[in-house]
């Protein structure tokens, strides 16, 4: 206990003594923790950003997704298959599930004429499970869809039509033909790129089965599910058996995984760069470890002396061995914490948020990172000091005395 | 009576083999004996052998024929980190250049040694530290480094750091050599002083002879062969006069003048304390 103490306490104290050595001889390992952590982090938030934007398309980990069709080429009847999906789906009492239609049209009309846009209907759950972000406004609730005056969302490039009008203040859209009415606007999707144009307006399924009379034969329908992704593989199998019994053998049933999660190759080309970049701060750490070697193998020469002295009042060779290696670990460990905290600034930084911007779950600093930064910056200042430590303890006490 | 003695020589020879494979003999059949309490110098020309001798008894060295026994343990049968342990408790060193540590403060310095013990001393070893400072009259420079010490001071600080643990054995090796005569008079008395109020063993060598007055018993060392001499006993002993006539260009050396004729005779004829305080007269 003492001679743990004792040798922490004189690492430190011979540390403090040759602070500008040991400063410069640390700049090398802090900044390769910080880029290794860093790295890791960035990775982190590349994997998010990457997994949010497949998202809006594919909907979030694990995206069951359901379609049908007549293999006999007489049109379909949607009615009545919406009804046994539900009616089957009640078994299972999925918490997120959403119908989607996405090529139907709607006329609406606009300050300047009656033009046709396209139309989603969907459940208040499908922006949940394809995090669709808003740019202003908020998205559907449960009980919108019995509102006399059914809420939209629109587009972005749809709300310039009408010059941007402030939401909530009575904006709604005229919509002409079968759908015909006022609907109030309340949210307004972001343009998902520069120079995206696309008119759209998205509403709720009910809201607009609840005015047509009969859902057109050429307008799919498509089911999604967002389950836990632990479950998927069970429940996936037995929903799509479920759903073709009972079903005569001209309907074909398509249940299948939408989301990204379910594609090994984005998980492999994120590892891929985590490698790459992590590579590279190990051939820096490895660096700055060598520079270590060298520095403390320089200022071992000159300490041989003291080492002697030492020896002359009890120190053992343990003792000399673990002070000079503990020498080295404390160092590199202090320039670990630095570079961690350089890692948390990079991370923080303006500019690093501008890169990832749109991200809704900027996930929280990465302990794996630190923990494999500080155990990186150990490790090598445990292999750093442990040729000067030999070296220390292989010293003659009587030659390092003599003068 | 026989009393186990601290520490004990018998036989001890020690010799080391050159590059062309002749063999150098630097000491040869030292017996010697140190009680808890003595006070013994050493004196001879460089290269005698002094320091090879301090070592082995400080336990650093190990003989190439003969024992030394410490407390009536056979040293060569103890393990390296037992041996170290039993040296860092029991025996303290001065050197001639002090071998303090660079850059660190005299607190620190004499924390070190307190730094290999455990328990109790080890965790009080600050305030022990500073109390040996102000017994060695450095309580006001205790935050100074060697640097910027003079040397006088600087040895004060190795006597402090020699003493903290309470050791039973000091080994003092040429403790004033660094230092002018005036200084190094009143290091040794001090040196003196804090170890018989720690009823401890001191062992100065040096070619001094100012210094090895101050000893109870005298040691020649001359050839790797060590020969009793009193100092204090008329000059009428062949052995004693030898011993002088050797010793006498060194010690002229040392004061950096001429010995006079009288002072033989002078020392000779007064007991051993006024022996000390003539010294210093003589030296300053």
Known sequence: MTGLVGALGEAWSELRHHKLRVLLSLIGIAVSVGALTAVVALSEYQQ???AEQSDVSGGRPATVSI?????????????AFDAHVAQVSERYSFTYQTRLVNNATVDIQTPEQVRSVGAWLVDPAYPIIHRTPLLEGRWFQDADAELLAPPVVITEALWDVYGRPALGGGFALQLQGDAGGSYTVIGVTPKQYDGDNEKRVVMLFDSYRSRVEQLSADTPVMWEVWMPEAEVADIGPLLAADLRASLDKSVDVTVSRTDWASRPEM???SAMFEMITGAIAGLVLLLGGLGLVNIQLVAMRQRIREIGVRRSF??????????????????????????IALAVAILRAPFVLTMFQGMQDIPPFPMRAAVTGLIAAVAIGALAGFIPALMAVRSNVIDALRF | MELVSLVRLEGVAKHVILPDDSRLDILRDIELAIAAGDHVAIVGRSGSGKSTLLNLMGMLDRPSEGAVWFRGEPVRKMRRGKLDKLRGRNVGFVFQQFNLLAGRTALENVEMPLGYASGRSFWNRRRTATAMLERVGLGHRIDSTPEQLSGGEQQRVAIARALVRRPALILADEPTGALDVETGGSVMALLDEIASEADAALVTITHDLHVAARARRHYRLEAGVLTPFDLSAPAAGAAAAA?????????????G????????????????????????????
């Open chain 1, 48 to 50: 998010q950003q990457m």
């Open chain 1, 67 to 79: 379609s049908a069709g007549r293999t006999d080429g007489s049109p379909m009847d949607w009615q």
């Open chain 1, 267 to 269: 998980q492999n080309s």
């Open chain 1, 314 to 339: 009890g120190a053992t060779g343990g003792r000399i061995f673990t002070s000079v290696l503990l020498e080295s670990v404390v160092a590199t460990a202090v320039a670990g914490v630095i570079g």
């Open chain 2, 243 to 255: 011993a002088y006539d050797r010793i006498a260009p060194e010690l002229a050396e040392s004061v």
């Open chain 2, 257 to 284: 003048g001429p010995l006079s004729d009288e002072q033989p005779q002078a020392e000779a004829s007064t007991s051993e304390d006024e022996l000390a305080a003539d010294a210093v007269e003589v030296a300053s």
